[in-house]
């Protein structure tokens, strides 16, 4: 059974910086298509930032570009997510998604194409 862990969220002010980490036990991460997504109260969940495999890109989210990257670690299977200059509007859980496949462009910001996700981790951006 695949189990997946967000971690590093927290509160922040506005302007700051966190490193959220998201281990997976998937074996297949290096090939895996990974991401981040969060949910703000009464939103629905929605795509951050996504990196597909072998190179093949990093999507983001238009609020994020210039302020979020996405790296993974093949050998230690972990995923993250630095995030700096952070706003209030950044506010929310943010979630691992990861499916086995290597998602086309056209569908790595669809959520029902993820086929893991970890339980969350709460990150707050206020003063």
């Known amino acids: 059974q695949v189990q997946v862990v967000e971690s590093g969220g927290g509160l922040v002010q506005p302007g700051g910086s966190l490193r959220l980490s998201c281990e997976a036990s998937?074996?297949?991460?290096?090939?895996?298509?990974m991401g981040w997504f969060r949910q703000a109260p009464g939103k629905d969940r929605e795509f951050v930032i996504v990196d597909r495999p072998f190179r093949a890109g990093t999507y983001y989210a238009d609020s994020v570009k210039g302020r979020f990257t996405i790296s993974r670690d093949n050998a230690k299977n972990t995923l993250y997510l630095q995030m700096n200059r952070l706003r209030p509007e950044d506010t929310g859980v943010y979630y691992c998604?990861?499916?086995?496949?290597?998602?086309?462009?056209?569908?790595?910001?669809?959520?029902?194409?993820?086929?893991?996700w970890g339980q969350g981790t709460q990150v707050t951006v206020s003063s």
């Open positions: 998937v074996r297949t991460f290096s090939t895996s298509t």
């Open positions: 998604g990861i499916t086995p496949r290597s998602l086309i462009a056209g569908r790595v910001r669809n959520v029902a194409e993820y086929d893991y």
